[in-house]
């Protein structure tokens, strides 16, 4: 533990913290935890192990691409390519290791290396050549789709069977998926913890000033970028076991809602904050709502209203309670 | 000329890439330069064209648009369940919705304080889950007004209408950029909210006005498409999203606000239809179509920001004392 080091300058903003009651992560606790147990109520029989799992493996591929977002909202990027990454390794993962047969698990790496390096590039676009994160995702984006395309011209393949068993299965009764979750939150704490964690934070809170302090921007967004490709990549491979089959445009629909959930969880679109942890929460949150909606047999409009208005409810809220506290500190 | 020559390259760029496409098209194959095609390829530009007039307002003012797509559908399915009051006034009607539409993303946006990406993306998927109630409760409109189809496929001595009515928006929204006083503030605004507010602008009012008529802009492209195609449906906006704000980048506009003009926009748009009409005759599938397109966004911006003011700075060095085009200070005059 390198303590002395860090301890020079964020001792104040953790003093400051320590004293502050978490709002942000209060409320994405209680949306998500209202919602779940309205969820609960409907459909008793969610209380068991198996059907959280089963609940769980439809939301993996949301919680990871939101959680790509996640990264890169905190340096104060967008990815809009997320959606072309996820449909890439969900094409290569129905093509490429699907179409191997047999246990060759390794071959996922591959699949995982190409996201890495999806995200690699939206980073030197970004970092290198300076260009808008918007604009450049928005471009890398469509290249993506066509590769995913390319891969896999229509709907169809099977994954590897080993896969869906994977997405299906339990150890000692808890369900690989609810351990999976559990994963993207504890990762995310111990990278807070890590001088890398705090890197991210600096540059999403001030660039120049991170600069000065010695951090390179462009290692941390090259880094940031390349890790939301990754977890977007795992988000293809995870839907290509939910689904047991390959979706090539299945894409487009996450990206909008994993903005969606980032800016519900509470993380600031303006290097003010936020995690992957709330993220998470308010992805949760989503799944619940057209969970509900399914199981009450509701039509798609309600989901789609439900959540929209979450996201409008929520976003005004704040930005009404941080109007009055610069007004009271003003 | 240099101060002209900035703020008019990467219009001019967009221009002078839309002409080498065609040329390319034209020398491959004999019939891409017929008038059949060229009258096609306008019309279709033309779409492009509607749906991101409001994109560049919005974006010229430092903001964004996502809900044009919904926008969009919304124009072509209302319509089509109004078409009992007459096809005129129902387009009217639609449009008029359609800057309430922007009504409600510009409060949110200046008064609020709402990112723009979060507000229009919010009041879009309200707009969707409410096409997608009708849809489910009136099972009946499908069949558009006559004058929506009249619209968007009759000519005039061989011109389509359609291009027609772009042409005169792109006059209109020209001109309102350039001289009127609303197009000015929204330079200002989004160069710097700061200094706009501190020199009398009202931001909040200038926000709101833009996105307006992001949402009339949108509504009415959504009237055009669907009489074009003949039908309605839900995702008929979709490709517009990316087209739309594809288009404004590529006609050389900040995506940061403050620098861009229609008349780049409507060169994006050009560009980016004579591409989608060519790549086919070279062989190429969708995908590679998507590929091609991606790429010609992140160079077209590249080009526009970084790599154009190295190329200029190039030009300037050489040129230094060039006499300055006649009228040219005196055209571009603020």
């Known amino acids: 533990m390198s303590a002395a080091t860090t301890a020079a300058t964020p001792s104040p903003l953790v003093r400051r913290r320590s004293r502050r009651i978490p709002w942000s992560a209060l409320s994405t606790a209680a949306i998500m935890v209202a ?67 047999g246990d060759h698990q390794l071959l996922l790496i591959l699949v995982l290396v190409v996201g890495l390096a999806a995200g690699a590039l939206n980073g030197v676009l970004v970092g ?41 299965g339990a150890v000692g009764g808890v369900p690989n998926t609810l351990i999976i979750l559990v994963g993207v939150v504890v990762v995310w704490r111990i990278l807070c913890a890590t001088k890398l964690g705090i890197r991210i934070r600096a540059v999403g809170a001030d660039e120049d000033r991170a600069s000065l302090n010695g951090t390179s921007v462009l290692a941390v967004k090259l880094i940031v970028y390349s890790l939301a490709g990754l977890c ?44 992957v942890g709330l993220t998470v929460m308010a992805a949760m949150a989503l799944t619940f709502i057209s969970d509900i909606v399914n199981a009450e047999n509701f039509s798609v409009w309600v989901s789609v209203a439900a959540s929209s208005g979450l996201l409008l409810v929520v976003v005004v809220l704040r930005g009404v309670v941080e109007q009055v506290v610069e007004r009271r500190h003003a | 000329m240099t101060a ?83 096809g005129g006034a129902g387009i009217v009607a639609v449009v008029a919705v359609g800057a309430a539409i922007g009504f409600v993303n510009g409060v949110g946006v200046a008064w609020l304080r709402v990112p723009p990406i979060v507000m229009t993306l919010a009041v879009g998927g309200l707009v969707q889950a409410y096409l997608l109630a009708i849809g489910l409760l009136q099972s009946t409109g499908n069949q558009l007004p006559a004058a929506a189809v009249d619209i968007a496929t009759s000519r005039v001595a ?5 291009a027609l ?15 009127a006083a609303l197009g000015r503030k929204i330079y200002a605004v989004g160069a710097s909210e700061t200094v706009a507010e ?53 006609g050389g506009a900040s995506i940061l606000g403050g620098r861009g003009t229609y008349w780049g926009t409507v060169a994006g748009a050009m ?30 911006v590249w080009a526009s920001t970084a790599g154009g003011a190295l190329v200029l700075g190039r030009i300037r060095h050489h040129r230094r004392r060039s006499p300055q085009l006649p009228g040219a200070e005196v055209q571009h005059a603020p």
């Open chain 2, 271 to 300: 560009t980016l239809t004579v591409l989608g009409a060519m790549l086919p005759l070279f062989g190429l599938s969708p995908a590679g179509l998507d590929i091609v397109y991606g790429i010609v966004i992140l160079v077209g």
């Open chain 1, 128 to 168: 290198v050549l300076g260009l808008q994160p918007f604009i450049a995702t928005l471009g890398t984006w469509t290249i993506f789709n066509g590769i995913a395309l390319t891969v896999l011209p229509t709907d169809g393949g099977t994954p590897p069977p080993w896969l869906i068993n994977f997405t299906l």
């Open chain 1, 35 to 101: 919602l779940g147990a309205a969820d609960v109520i409907i459909q008793p029989n969610l209380l068991n192990l198996f059907q959280i799992g089963l609940l769980l493996q439809t939301a993996l591929p949301l919680v990871f691409v939101a959680a790509a977002q996640t990264l890169v909202v905190l340096v104060r990027g967008i990815d809009l390519s997320v959606g072309g990454v996820l449909v890439v390794a969900n094409g290569l993962t129905v093509v490429t290791v699907g179409g191997a047969g």
């Open chain 1, 232 to 275: 977007a990549a795992l988000a293809g491979i995870l839907l290509a076991g939910a689904t047991s089959t390959g979706t090539p445009t299945a894409g487009d629909a996450y990206i909008l809602t994993s903005v969606a959930a980032v800016v519900i969880g509470g993380t600031s679109l303006v290097g003010r904050g936020g995690g």
């Open chain 2, 158 to 162: 061989g011109v389509p209408i359609v």
């Open chain 2, 198 to 250: 501190l020199s009398g602008v009202d931001v909040r009012r200038v926000r709101l006005q833009t996105y307006m008529l992001s949402g009339a802009f949108a509504s009415f492209a959504g009237v055009v498409i669907s009489g074009y195609v003949g039908q309605t449906y839900l995702d008929i906006g979709n490709p517009y999203l990316f087209t739309s704000i594809a288009a404004v980048i590529v």
């Open chain 2, 165 to 179: 009515i772009w042409l005169g928006v792109a006059l209109l929204v020209g001109g309102l950029l350039a001289r």
């Open chain 2, 4 to 86: 002209w020559a900035r703020r008019a390259a990467p219009t001019l760029s967009a221009w002078a890439l839309c002409v080498v496409l065609f040329a390319i098209g034209a020398i491959h194959s004999s019939g891409f330069a017929a008038w059949d095609n060229i009258r096609d390829l306008l019309v279709f530009a033309s779409f492009v064209g509607f749906a991101a007039v409001g994109e560049t307002l919005v974006v010229l003012g430092g903001g964004l648009d996502l809900s044009v797509p919904w926008v969009i559908a919304f124009g072509g399915i209302q319509l089509s369940h109004w078409a009992s009051i007459g």
